[in-house]
């Protein structure tokens, strides 16, 4: 299977605690998204990688969020003190980054987490 | 503000029959445009896309059409199948925002036997 990976697929934490999540894209892909995800909604945009470069945020990546791509491959996605409305699916996305309108994002299956 | 709008929550439609869904926009430097559909506890899978320098894009049993005037677009599934029941999200993405996407809130199709 050659799309983009995330794990882990579920992850249950208590309130305060610190979890990670990782995304591997898809191989030649150079841009990687991570987006949220909550019920009854469309994913929104929290932040973007070119290459090893986080070049975008979104306002909704508060300071207890940090994304990483140390090599411009895999990415991981780290939420510290969390809290009970971090709770969503956690999706992360690639491309090729074209500049023109065939950019093409592809999304992982996502990664639920739910604070209690 | 909701730059890109799905107005029905839900839509139901006989098996073999036509399902249309509709979406909005109010960006105008939105010029490319997608649909993806979604499967409960899964990621968004692509669909079909449309550049704005068109106003239909073909795919099979998909059709989108764009009309930019009235800046809206729509997705056409014909005939429609009951593995076609799922969330189908509208996105768009401009030039200059590293091409990341702006959904909709999504429209659940439900296609009955």
């Known amino acids: 299977d050659t799309g983009v990976s995330q794990n882990p697929r579920h992850k249950i934490t208590k309130r305060g605690q610190n979890v990670t999540f990782r995304c591997d894209p898809i191989?030649?892909?150079?841009?990687l998204y991570w987006y949220r995800q909550t019920l009854g909604q469309g994913p929104e945009f929290l932040t973007y990688?070119?290459?090893?470069?986080?070049?975008?945020k979104s306002r909704l990546l508060s300071d207890r969020f940090s994304a990483e791509r140390p090599k411009g491959s895999f990415s991981t996605l780290e939420i510290q003190r969390t809290e009970q409305g971090d709770s969503a699916m956690y999706l992360c996305?690639?491309?090729?980054?074209?500049?023109?309108?065939?950019?093409?994002?592809?999304f992982g299956e996502g990664s639920w987490l739910t604070v209690v | 503000d909701q730059q890109v709008k799905q107005n029905s929550p839900s839509l139901s439609v006989q098996e073999g029959r036509i399902s249309i869904l509709n979406c909005d926009y109010t960006?105008?430097?939105?010029?490319?445009f997608l649909w993806y559909k979604k499967y409960p506890a899964e990621g968004p899978t692509f669909l079909i896309s449309?550049?704005?320098?068109?106003d239909k894009n073909e795919d099979g049993r998909f059709t989108v059409f764009l009309n930019k005037s009235a800046k809206h677009l729509s997705l056409h599934i014909v005939p429609s199948q009951p593995g076609d029941s799922a969330v189908y999200f509208c996105?768009?993405?401009?030039?200059?925002?590293?091409?990341?996407?702006?959904f909709g809130s999504g429209t659940q199709l439900t296609v009955l036997p």
């Open positions: 996305a690639s491309s090729l980054g074209t500049r023109g309108p065939g950019n093409t994002i592809y």
């Open positions: 191989s030649e892909h150079n841009r």
């Open positions: 990688f070119q290459n090893e470069a986080q070049l975008e």
């Open positions: 960006n105008s430097m939105f010029d490319y």
């Open positions: 449309i550049s704005s320098i068109k």
């Open positions: 996105a768009a993405s401009a030039l200059g925002s590293a091409r990341q996407l702006t």
